[in-house]
């Protein structure tokens, strides 16, 4: 039993921690040494030494070392099929991006205002599959999009008489763009829920009540306040298919090919270690570049927003 | 609630969403109903109805050893992560010291760093130190994936701690420790199990980073899986993807039970 502490004690007690506050605040930081020290081994260093194997070359022998070259870049913005495989890479991210904005506005606003049933189912259906492996959403796909009458897609539009000859979907930038957006359609509606949620239902009300159709007040109050979810989403879903590896492995085959394929054909099958760490590089070049942007465009609005 | 969306403009908002939850489905529907089908290929629609293609799966010896790396991996990931980022995420709300947020921003950096970059950096790295463990090397791979998914839960909940009641304790002349683990601990407790339980998740579904640690042994399911897409044709894949798809929704389940999804997520 802790012994009850009388008035003098208590007195010193409320003291005592005042005084001690800013030695534990700086010795509880503490707690982050061995994180710290294990990304450090085993994340930081390794991230620097890709970035520096990118300068270096490779010897007969396979060995990486000196002289330093900036050649590997040059030779991968040149070459046509590397610098296809960029664009490729930026234009499926970009696509899929777009069309998780434009779907995602309708979800998540239906999430946050229909009745509390509909929108738990909702929030569950899109939240569930994050945790359904992305191999096995991928296969789904691929059973889906199959090219020839066996596809469940060509199965059911040659079912209802929409087309006579089946689609050839499978192995193409569609499909890739199609699997991709099932893989990262969450990131997107989840920031944009929270975003959408925090915004006061009282202006929207005050500009319906002064007789504004809802796609004014969408377009003048609702869409600006939830801008920082529309960009944080956009970052997510954007970042996250530049780096993706198994959907375009499953739904893109042989036709095609993106960064993440690339990275593993060179090291993997080239055995090219610095060229390998060229295309890391670049990839995680497109991720830092998308993500700075994202914070500087979010920060000018802060500062929009300050200034009368 | 319901009255705010009346009007033509609420039919296609419905329509739209009703559209997306059937092409979220879509996918995962069709790969259960084709794991019954009594057909020696993968064909749609599924013909007749048999379990045959799940005992074959779980009686293969391959996929067994696959599925207990699996299971193995992220437990001992989940552990790992919890031991090193419930601290962190303790220091990183608690203390005060100049380059606290640097250092915030660092330890969740492997969050938005391309996983497949993380495995190959970390792949090149541990073969020069000639650690030639593969399970050690998928553990370390794993924690640096998972770790900073149990930071941010963690984190973010022992922000919504109330620090008023850390203050009575301290007044009342409750030691930090106690503080902590009667004040502070049943607070974050949700958090802290949705991280794990994410964190296990992440770590059973992970391909970027076993990709390059992996090899013929050791095996986990997600790869074993994506090498049998490419020679194997009949309905054994769907059936081991419904298990894959089972697994998930007993987690999602359980996190849903445990803390709502929506946090646990943390996005």
Do not use: C
Not at chain 1, 203 to 230: C, H, K, Q, Y
Not at chain 2, 205 to 215: T, Y
């Amino acid at each position: 039993m802790m012994p009850v502490p009388s008035l003098d004690v208590a007195a010193g007690a409320v003291a005592q921690p005042k005084r001690s506050d800013a030695a534990f605040k700086l010795s509880v930081g503490f707690l982050a040494l061995p994180i710290a020290l294990f990304l450090t081994i085993f994340f930081f260093y390794p991230a620097v030494q890709i970035l520096m194997f990118s300068f270096m070359t490779q010897d007969s022998k396979g060995i990486t070392g000196l002289p330093l070259t900036f050649s590997h870049y040059t030779h991968f913005f040149t070459v046509d099929l590397y610098a296809r495989v960029f664009w490729n890479t930026l234009r499926i991210s970009l696509t899929t991006s777009v069309i998780a904005i434009l779907l995602g506005y309708p979800v998540a606003i239906v999430m946050l205002r229909s009745n509390p049933f509909v929108a738990r189912t909702i929030t569950m259906i899109i939240i569930a599959p994050l945790i359904v492996s992305v191999v096995v959403r991928s296969y789904g796909w691929q059973l889906v999009l199959a090219n020839g009458p066996a596809g469940v897609l060509n199965w059911i539009l040659m079912g209802l008489g929409i087309t006579s000859t089946p689609l050839t979907l499978l192995y193409s930038e569609t499909a890739v763009v199609i699997g991709s957006l099932h893989v990262f359609f969450p990131m997107m509606v989840l920031p944009l829920a929270s975003a959408l949620g925090k915004i006061d239902r009282n202006l929207e009300d005050a500009a319906r009540t002064l007789g504004a159709p809802w796609w004014r007040v969408f377009g003048r109050i609702t869409f600006p306040l939830s801008i920082p979810g529309l960009i944080a989403g956009f970052t997510l879903v954007f970042s996250l298919t530049a780096g993706s590896f198994v959907t375009p492995v499953i739904l893109g085959g042989t036709s095609v090919i993106m960064l993440g394929n690339l990275i593993e054909q060179q090291i993997f099958v080239v055995y090219d270690w610095p060229f390998g760490a060229t295309i890391a590089v670049v990839l995680v070049g497109v991720v830092i570049a998308i993500n700075a942007l994202s914070t500087r465009l979010l920060q000018a609005r802060k500062l929009r927003r300050v200034a009368p | 609630m319901n009255e705010r969306l009346n009007g033509v403009a609420a039919w296609i908002l419905y329509a739209i969403a009703a559209a997306v939850m059937v092409f979220i489905l879509l996918p995962l529907a069709v790969v259960v109903a084709s794991s019954f089908s009594n057909t020696y290929i993968v064909t749609f629609p599924p013909k007749g109805f048999t379990f045959n293609w799940y005992v074959k799966v779980l009686g293969d010896s391959e996929f067994q050893s696959a599925l207990k790396l699996s299971l193995l991996l992220a437990f001992g990931s989940t552990v790992g992560a919890l031991l090193l980022g419930v601290p962190a995420a303790i220091a990183l709300t608690r203390a005060r010291f100049r380059g606290l947020q640097v250092l915030q921003d660092l330890v969740l950096s492997p969050l938005i760093f391309p996983a497949l970059v993380t495995g190959l950096a970390l792949l090149q790295v541990l073969n020069r130190m000639g650690s030639g463990n593969v399970m050690v090397n998928l553990l370390i791979g794993h924690i640096v994936v998972t770790a900073p998914y149990v930071m941010r839960t963690v984190i973010t909940s022992l922000q919504l701690v109330d620090l008023n009641l850390e203050d009575a304790a301290r007044t009342l002349g409750a030691s930090r420790m106690r503080t902590f683990w009667k004040v502070t601990m049943p607070q974050i407790a949700p958090g802290v199990a949705a991280g794990a339980l994410f964190a296990f998740m992440v770590s059973f579904d992970n391909v970027p980073v076993s990709l390059w640690l992996a090899d013929a042994q050791y095996t986990p399911v997600p790869l074993l899986l994506m090498h049998q897409l490419v020679n194997v044709f009949d309905p054994s894949i769907p059936a081991m993807s419904t298990i894959v798809i089972v697994l998930a929704l007993g987690g999602t389940l359980l996190l849903e039970r445990l803390v709502g999804m929506r946090r646990a997520v943390a996005i």
